[in-house]
């Protein structure tokens, strides 16, 4: 039986990826994380093999909660085969993303850290108890290559840009440590893709030159490459298409 956790599963990608899931593998035990599970579809609040836990990435003391309420659910003792940080934020009401220096705001900087960095790590940490156990430990972070340094030629976005290479480097950190405490386990970025999402969906126009997929599609082609994964995986960051992106 595959015990998987997602956070952030009221998000287009999340949603998408836990729906995946549950049809690739019968067997399956998900949990998802979001902030308020009430507004989740119908199917999935009352699905036998889900459940369904309130968690706030930008609250530090939730992952505790989790911790605790997860022990009803999958004990450490069984521990989480595959983890799935699905959480991100890039605007939300007056938090855009910034084309200029002048509009960059610390209440966004911090806000953006909290939900796409932060929050990752802080999940991790209340999780490490479940990674212990002998089989292989899939960590994927969903990242985006705008959080690439090295592919960065556009320059704006700072709060997102940022906070996702924070989240990458977040992951790269953890792929030294973790092997250390939990091995075998494979810790990895992975690049989405362009995805029609409440995300993506104010940039419509200036996307219109790109490839972009439907959630169901992006959730497909991640979890493929997720399924993919083995420790010698770990510490990568990846593209939906299997491909290393830059650092």
């Not at 983890?83 to 993303?97: E, R, S, W």
């Amino acid at each position: 039986m595959t015990r998987i956790l997602v956070a952030g599963v009221s998000g287009a990608i999340g949603g998408a990826m836990v729906e995946a899931l549950l049809d690739r593998d019968e067997e399956s035990l998900v949990v998802g994380l979001c902030r308020d599970p009430s507004t989740l579809p119908e199917p999935l609040r009352s699905h036998s093999r889900v459940t369904l836990l309130a968690w706030d990435a930008e609250d530090d003391q939730s992952p505790g909660v989790i911790a605790q309420a997860l022990e009803k659910t999958m004990s450490a003792d069984n521990g989480i085969d595959t983890f799935i940080y699905a959480a991100g934020l890039l605007h939300d009401g007056p938090m855009f993303p910034e084309k200029r220096l002048e509009e960059l705001q610390a209440k966004s900087m911090a806000r953006a850290f909290a939900v796409n960095a932060t929050g990752f790590a802080l999940l991790v940490q209340a999780l490490l108890p479940w990674f212990r156990h002998r089989g292989l430990k899939r960590i994927v972070a969903i990242s985006a290559k705008v959080g690439s340094i090295e592919d960065n030629r556009l320059g704006g976005w700072y709060a997102y840009r940022s906070s996702k290479a924070a989240l990458n480097m977040l992951v790269r950190t953890l792929s030294v440590e973790l092997p250390r405490r939990c091995k075998p386990i494979a810790c990895v970025s992975l690049h989405p893709g362009t995805t029609e999402s409440a995300l993506s969906d104010p940039f419509r126009q200036s996307l219109a030159q790109l490839q972009v997929h439907s959630a169901a599609e992006t959730a497909g082609n991640l979890l493929t490459v997720v399924e993919g994964m083995t420790s010698e995986d770990n510490g990568r960051f990846l593209s939906w298409d299997g491909s290393e992106l830059p650092w």
